[in-house]
């Protein structure tokens, strides 16, 4: 199993930046899959970013591509999410999750661990 703790939530202006860290702890970090994801008051949990187990490949939804970057630090099991050029409809909890599986969708349902979330406010 792994635990898994965000930090970095905030309130900020719109076009400002935040970056959220997770950090886990329990089994080897580097063996799992990480992911990003929020969830608007009302609105359904949403896929943000993923990254894999070395940190070479990353995947973004299209509303936060060109805005956003996941990175992993193995050494220090934490993954990362730097927020950029932020807008209101990026106000949401936060959520980092964690899954072994290599392979899927990165379908919410599709990860096993999860944190608790951490809240960003983005104000117009």
């Known amino acids: 199993q792994v635990q898994l703790v965000e930090s970095g939530g905030g309130l900020v202006q719109a076009g400002g930046s935040l970056r959220l860290s997770c950090a886990a702890s329990?089994?080897?970090?580097?063996?799992?899959?990480m992911g990003w994801f929020r969830q608007a008051p009302g609105k359904e949990r949403e896929f943000v970013a993923a990254?894999?187990?070395?940190?070479?490949?990353?995947y973004y939804a299209d509303s936060v591509k060109g805005r956003f970057t996941i990175s992993r630090d193995n050494a220090k099991n934490t993954v990362y999410l730097q927020m950029n050029s932020l807008k209101p409809e990026d106000t949401a909890v936060h959520y980092c999750?964690?899954?072994?599986?290599?392979?899927?969708?990165?379908?919410?349902?599709?990860?096993?661990?999860w944190g608790q979330g951490t809240q960003v406010t983005v104000s117009s």
């Open positions: 990254i894999n187990r070395s940190g070479g490949s990353t």
């Open positions: 329990g089994r080897t970090f580097s063996d799992y899959v």
């Open positions: 999750a964690a899954r072994v599986n290599i392979y899927g969708s990165f379908d919410s349902k599709n990860f096993d661990y």
